[in-house]
């Protein structure tokens, strides 16, 4: 009976949209939504079906549709009301408001029973899926892991087996075959593979293109996709009630979900006999090796363990899929990048600003800790690429009470407020008139030498609540530094040794946002070795 009168509801509700839409062509009627101090820009909204409407006719750029309204807000701020929801939706790009969010008033902006449940399924109680005491327990856990100088050292070696025994050689072959490759699978490959290690101490081997992929991989990427999705529906009851039946996308997220759990639970009892067998001793600097040392229960190790493994693999082969397509438009500073990169290896001091082509002593230096750590230019367009693309266009919060935001925006209770990362970048008021335009200088001072040596360029402090593409406050990513070592150590290897050229010459790829963000279609290269 339950699940009739649901299907009802929504068949109705889907009737009124159609006949509100004929009425408001028709007839010429204006939304309902008034004007007032707090809320006065946003999307056109109509009674019980919200902005609906508006939503439907901008879904194919969505992300471009916000970042338009919040432009207009003279506070960077709106006011969404959806079909469906009880509450609003509060987006915003200004970054007083995030820091309020994140940071001043961060007790009050949990991430909230509404959120957690798109992901409850797949991410279960994992620290980027849960609030409160649990979460910070977690936090404190990961944290002390995260700043161990030997996991760093873990992941510097790892990325070096990686990169030299797999990516080189891959990228090698491409370029004596001429062989189309999709970068951006090849990376999403690679991090995989690494973070896998990283994480469980296990290998994957999804960058040998000659094995099957695994069938972790394919059903991570099956629950990602379809946990994403269940965020940004139109209509929220429809994947209950489909989930409530067992049909289509909810039939497939369950035994993808199925697969994941079951394949990571695999991997930890296999863990579990390793350090038994050594008697809780272990020689392996994995994450999952430390926290079943620490005592912790299986079921939290595992939803850990999933979070980690998403967050360390679509976010950086995110960043630097769009980071290749962005230098093969601009071969001035990838030119930049090289001259860095051999600086740094051959000891010298010259600046990358030379044209010039140099060459390391060898191509097969290897790339150490300090090394990375020097590459400013390197980090600067990793961050200019992340404004542009960022791997996470948006995250969201709910009100655990009534507040009023710096700017003004009354949020109330059950109200959800969404930081926008993607339409931040895209601020005037906050990047000028050059918005738009790759520029990786505009993190360096303006000036040589300021707050430094009048020697050396030295890169500016940005707030992270203008740049809160690792979040910022008390959830800021634990792994930032690590995705930074991460990307500088992939982007080195291969810019050094490679010509990465996009078969297909488009003036913008089409980014598509879902847990992570991606490029739709990859990105086809033709790779050429360096003389």
């Known amino acids: 009976m339950?699940?009739?009168?649901?299907?009802?509801?929504?068949?109705t509700l889907l009737l009124l949209y159609f006949l509100f839409s004929i009425i408001q062509q028709s007839y010429?009627?204006?939304?309902?939504?008034k004007p007032s101090l707090f809320s006065s820009y946003g999307p056109p909204s109509y009674p019980i079906i919200g902005c609906l409407i508006s939503f439907y006719k901008n879904q194919h750029r969505l992300l471009d549709w916000y970042t338009?309204?919040?432009?207009?807000?003279?506070?960077?701020?709106?006011?969404?009301?959806?079909?469906?929801?009880?509450?609003?939706?509060?987006?915003?790009?200004?970054?007083?408001?995030?820091?309020y969010i994140l940071k001043t008033n961060f007790s009050n902006f949990p991430k909230g029973k509404p959120l957690t449940e798109f992901l409850g399924d797949f991410l279960g109680c994992g620290i980027f899926n849960v609030d409160g005491e649990l979460w910070s327990t977690q936090r404190k856990l990961a944290s002390h892991e995260f700043s161990t100088k030997s996991l760093r050292e873990f992941v510097v070696k790892s990325l070096e087996d990686e990169v030299e025994q797999r990516l080189v050689p891959l990228l090698e072959e491409a370029a004596d075959s001429q062989r189309v490759l999709d970068m951006q699978d090849v990376l999403r490959r690679f991090a995989f593979d690494t973070v896998c290690k990283v994480s469980l101490g296990t290998d994957p081997f999804c960058l040998d293109l000659g094995r099957p992929v695994p069938a972790l991989v394919k059903a991570f990427d099956c629950a990602s996709e379809i946990?994403?999705?269940?965020?940004?529906?139109?209509?929220?009851?429809?994947?209950?009630?489909?989930?409530?039946?067992?049909?289509g996308s909810e039939n497939k997220l369950k035994e993808a979900v199925k697969v994941v759990h079951d394949s990571v639970q695999e991997i930890i009892n296999n863990k579990r006999k390793i350090l038994e067998n050594n008697e809780g001793k272990s020689c392996e600097s994995d994450l999952l090796s430390r926290l079943l040392l620490a005592g912790h229960g299986e079921e939290v190790v595992r939803d850990m363990v999933i979070s980690f493994i998403l967050a360390g693999r679509d976010t950086t082969s995110s960043a630097m899929t769009w980071l290749f397509w962005l230098l093969s438009k601009h071969p001035s500073i990838k030119q930049k990048i090289v001259n860095e990169v051999a600086d740094v290896l051959n000891n010298g001091t010259s600046s990358p600003e030379s044209t010039t082509t140099r060459t390391t002593g060898t191509a097969a230096a290897a790339l150490g800790f300090e090394d990375l750590q020097e590459m400013k230019f390197l980090r600067a367009c990793l961050c200019e690429?992340?404004?542009?693309?960022?791997?996470?266009?948006?995250?969201?919060?709910?009100?655990?009470a009534g507040t009023v935001l710096p700017d003004g925006t009354?949020?109330?209770?059950?109200?959800?407020?969404?930081?926008?990362?993607?339409?931040?970048?895209?601020?005037e008021e906050l990047w000028g008139k050059d918005r738009f335009e790759f520029k990786p200088d505009r993190w360096f001072c303006d000036k040589p030498g300021c707050d430094g040596d009048d020697n050396e360029r030295v890169m500016k402090f940005v707030s992270p609540y203008k740049f809160p593409v690792f979040q910022a406050g008390p959830r800021v990513c634990l792994g930032k530094e690590m995705a930074f070592i991460q990307m500088k150590y992939v982007m080195a290897s291969v810019l050094r040794r490679f010509e990465i050229r996009p078969v297909y010459d488009l003036d913008r790829p089409v980014f598509v946002p879902l847990l992570t963000a991606h490029m739709a279609g990859g990105l086809k290269v033709l790779v050429q070795k360096r003389s």
Do not use: C
């Not at 010429?28 to 939504?33: A, L, P």
């Not at 994403?228 to 929220?236: D, F, K, N, T």
């Not at 693309?389 to 709910?398: E, G, L, N, R």
């Not at 009354?410 to 601020?427: A, I």
């Open 28 to 33: 010429g009627i204006k939304s309902s939504k």
């Open 68 to 99: 338009d309204m919040l432009s207009s807000s003279p506070s960077q701020t709106i006011v969404v009301r959806r079909l469906g929801m009880r509450r609003r939706i509060i987006v915003t790009a200004n970054p007083a408001n995030v820091e």
């Open 2 to 11: 339950f699940i009739t009168l649901l299907i009802l509801w929504s068949l």
């Open 385 to 400: 690429s992340m404004r542009l693309y960022p791997p996470v266009p948006w995250d969201s919060k709910h009100a655990e």
């Open 410 to 427: 009354w949020v109330g209770e059950g109200d959800r407020v969404t930081y926008f990362p993607y339409g931040m970048g895209r601020m």
């Open 227 to 247: 946990s994403a999705r269940r965020a940004s529906a139109p209509v929220y009851l429809i994947w209950k009630l489909k989930r409530a039946l067992g049909v």
